[in-house]
């Protein structure tokens, strides 16, 4: 889209009120972008990034250091629910793909250049399949490819924590398990 940008962010300050807007979402994830969590995430950010379209920030995500040369693109994605495509619906003001257009291109090339192996993630077992259409929805030098199984991205404790992961190397060193 033509009228789109995407913004660099280093000061948080300036990322208040999104983060405010997104948790006040009434959606499963909402709690991880309160301000608190953000906060202590917020140092772990190599780069966080906002997609502008007509100079109104529309969504927001980051490259979130995991160690070992590793980093999660689209780290904390969020888009705000006018511009989100949910089904066949006319109520979206836009058709914008923040993700597969912007973030990941964007935010990958940035990590390569700077020396990074990349991952992004979807939660849960039954959404592997939306990872197989994003990846289909990239572009090939991007160089993502889907994992077999599962990966620990927090605490392996947590079933949430499981996620199938698309990366741009085999060599990820996190907790991993077959899919059942």
């Known amino acids: 889209m033509e009228n789109c940008v995407v913004r660099e962010i280093k000061d948080f300050n300036r990322l208040v009120g999104l983060f405010l807007l997104a948790s006040s979402m009434k959606d499963e994830n909402a709690k991880n972008y309160?301000?608190?969590?953000?906060?202590?995430?917020?140092?772990?950010?190599?780069?966080?990034t906002v997609l502008e379209y007509n100079n109104a920030p529309v969504s927001f995500s980051g490259v979130y250091n995991y160690g070992n040369n590793l980093v999660r693109v689209c780290d904390r994605h969020f888009t705000n629910p006018d511009y989100r495509q949910k089904s066949m619906t006319k109520n979206v003001k836009e058709k914008l793909r923040p993700?597969?257009?912007?973030?990941i291109p964007y935010q990958?090339?940035?990590a390569k250049e700077n020396g990074y192996d990349c991952f992004f993630s979807i939660q849960t077992p039954k959404k592997r399949n939306a990872i197989k259409r994003v990846v289909?929805?990239?572009?090939d030098n991007l160089g993502y490819k889907v994992l077999p199984?599962?990966?620990?991205?927090?605490?392996?404790?947590?079933?949430?924590?499981w996620q199938n992961i698309a990366a741009t190397t085999d060599k990820i060193y996190l907790p991993h398990k077959s899919i059942n």
Not at 40 to 48: A, E, G
């Open 34 to 48: 309160s301000i608190e969590k953000m906060k202590i995430r917020w140092h772990n950010y190599k780069l966080f």
């Open 108 to 110: 990958t090339k940035w």
């Open 136 to 139: 289909k929805l990239l572009d």
């Open 99 to 103: 993700v597969v257009d912007w973030f």
């Open 149 to 161: 199984g599962l990966y620990a991205t927090c605490n392996p404790n947590s079933d949430l924590c």
